[in-house]
């Protein structure tokens, strides 16, 4: 299957600094990535979906002004939080669908700390 | 609309035991079925899926799931368990092609030597 790669895999930070989170598709081009967030014990939250060269198309309730999400490659996209905040804090997890019987392919996570 | 129910938020198991997994869904049309395996601060690791064909379908690390339509369920199993099986379990399910992940609640399973 296709090999994700999320970076940073840890990120501590003051609270309304902005973070960026680096999601690379390493053996695929990906025309789509996903972006989703996760709560303790709890399951994954599609934030938005990351279109490459063009918006991304984010889900009901999630701020795209505070989500900046950016796909300029077929194989990079990227997630900004912006003025982070305490409750922002959560592990974040990109994805790429690839291959046969659109399965999808996840990277390790980013866990984010806001102070 | 679409959803996935995983009605069992832990299940323990004995290593060398069989395993189970419950997983049930409701969709309108024909399901892409999946089982995720998550380990703690790690991402989803994909383990099998079901499209169409054979009811009965193998993955990895020994895992199997069987579709089950009447019963609308997709439950995961394994003849053995393992201490190192122990993690976060999610199934997950797509109406067509090119749809939404949608994901069930998950299911920690513990398996005790």
């Known amino acids: 299957g296709a090999v994700v790669s999320q970076h940073p895999s840890w990120v501590i930070c003051k609270s309304g600094t902005s973070v960026k989170i680096e999601c690379r598709s390493l053996d695929f081009q990906a025309t789509t990535m996903f972006w989703y967030r996760q709560f303790p014990k709890q399951s994954l939250m599609l934030m938005a979906t990351?279109?490459?060269?063009?918006?991304?198309?984010?889900e009901q309730g999630v701020e795209k002004d505070k989500f900046l999400i950016n796909h300029a490659s077929l194989t990079l996209s990227t997630l900004t939080v912006t003025s982070a905040h305490p409750e922002d804090s959560s592990f974040y997890i990109c994805?790429?669908?690839?291959?046969?019987?659109?399965?999808?392919?996840f990277g390790a996570g980013t866990r984010l700390s806001v102070l | 609309a679409q959803s996935v129910a995983q009605p069992e938020d832990q299940v323990n198991v004995a290593e060398g035991n069989p395993l189970t997994v419950k997983c049930t869904y409701s969709v309108s049309g024909n399901p892409y079925l999946f089982w995720y395996v998550q380990y703690p601060n790690r991402g989803l690791q994909f383990l099998l899926k079901?499209?169409?064909?054979?009811?009965l379908v193998k993955g990895s690390y020994g895992f199997e799931a069987e579709f089950n339509k009447s019963q609308t369920s997709f439950h995961l199993k394994k003849p053995s368990a393992l201490v190192s099986d122990s993690a976060l379990y999610f199934c997950a399910v797509i109406l067509n092609q090119g749809g939404k992940l949608i994901f069930g609640q998950g299911t920690e399973l513990s398996v005790k030597p």
């Open positions: 990351s279109n490459e060269g063009s918006k991304a198309t984010y």
């Open positions: 079901y499209i169409t064909g054979d009811n």
């Open positions: 994805s790429v669908r690839g291959g046969g019987g659109n399965i999808q392919y």
